[in-house]
């Protein structure tokens, strides 16, 4: 795209595709999500298992960016050791169907490829 198209804030996205990609962008963003789609809220240490291919530090800060953007609630619980769940809130809600087209699209080309192999 041409420099000026661009808005005059580096920030701000060029168009709602960049927008809407740019929640996505992480690795394990679509992963948290969908566990917190299916199994509702989760406390951390739950969360973390769900996704054993991350590290305790990726799984923190992709949920802060997460909710940062909106589309992850974080409730702490003042108690003695302090308890913190995690659950999608509204926004976060709305992706489902592009959460299950994922998925979809996901398991179909898993079975193509391994009947190919």
Not at 10 to 23: F, K
């Amino acid at each position: 795209m041409d420099q000026t198209t661009r808005t005059s804030n580096a920030d701000q996205p060029l168009c709602s595709v960049e927008a809407a990609v740019g929640l996505f962008n992480g690795k394990w963003k679509c992963v948290i999500l969908w566990h917190l789609l299916n199994d509702g809220t989760l406390r951390f240490n739950e969360l973390r298992r769900r996704v054993p291919g991350a590290t305790q530090r990726m799984v923190t800060n992709q949920l802060r960016e997460l909710e940062d953007d909106g589309l992850v609630h974080r409730q702490v619980y003042p108690q003695v050791p302090p308890r913190v769940e995690y659950s999608l809130t509204p926004m976060g809600k709305s992706l489902r169907p592009i959460l299950l087209a994922l998925r979809k699209w996901g398991d179909d080309n898993l079975r193509a490829a391994r009947a190919d192999a």
